[in-house]
């Protein structure tokens, strides 16, 4: 089954700074890549998503990028703000077929003000 | 406003009870989830259905039931509740397909002592 590997486990940056999350993965047959964002008491939100057909997309200040060869895709986020401060969780998955999500271990990030 | 509701945020149990989780979504989504939420280890799927009375195994089905009578309901059952289960369950739904975003309730952390 799908693996979803995910860096750092925590991560704190200074506010206006920009912060950088990275995940692999190992089935090559995974097409859909998002990502989401949960913050304290909270389910996880969905915040960007990208499809295998597309190498990079912005939203804002968020963008995400994906590698199909290395099979690893990465969240940017730019000019990060205190509301940023969150854990970040990305996922792999099929379009058609194995309709399961499967996450990566998570990342906490903080907003340094 | 699109919703997943939980039926509890906090639960204590005894262990060898047997514990229900209920989740209720109003999206009319097909598809339901039962994922588990621990550090370190991410969000891992216990059990999914893509129909009414319909269910799959997801990776970490040992110890767990469902139960999907109504589209709109999806319920975790404990059959006899242990130690290792204590954890944050958090229920979610989407649209049939492996690339539609999923919603998620608010979670339910269950303490079994």
């Known amino acids: 089954g799908e693996n979803v590997e995910q860096h750092p486990s925590t991560l704190s940056v200074q506010e206006g700074d920009s912060a950088v999350i990275k995940c692999t993965y190992s089935d090559s047959a995974s097409n859909y890549f998002p990502w989401y964002k949960q913050e304290l008491g909270k389910g996880p939100q969905l915040i960007i998503d990208i499809r295998s057909n597309v190498g990079e997309k912005k939203d804002q200040r968020i963008a995400v990028t994906l590698n199909k060869t290395a099979k690893h895709f990465s969240l940017h986020i730019t000019e990060t703000q205190p509301e940023d401060s969150a854990v970040y969780f990305c996922?792999?998955?099929?379009?058609?077929?194995?309709?399961?999500?499967?996450f990566g271990t998570g990342t906490r990030l903080t907003i340094i003000p | 406003d699109v919703k997943v509701t939980q039926s509890s945020r906090y639960l204590v149990k005894r262990t060898g009870e047997k514990v229900f989780l209920e989740c209720v979504q109003d999206m009319d989504h097909e598809n339901m989830f039962w994922y588990r939420q621990d550090p370190g280890l991410g969000l891992r799927l216990i059990y999914f259905?893509?129909?009414?009375?319909?269910?799959e195994k997801g990776d970490i089905p040992e110890g767990y039931s469902v139960s999907r009578e109504k589209k709109e309901r999806f319920s975790l059952i404990l059959e006899s509740a242990s130690t290792n289960q204590t954890s944050m369950y958090l229920c979610a739904s989407s649209l049939p397909g492996g690339d539609t975003e999923a919603f998620f309730g608010q979670g339910t952390r269950l303490t079994v002592v």
């Open positions: 259905s893509y129909d009414v009375k319909m269910k």
């Open positions: 996922a792999a998955s099929m379009s058609f077929g194995n309709e399961k999500l499967t």
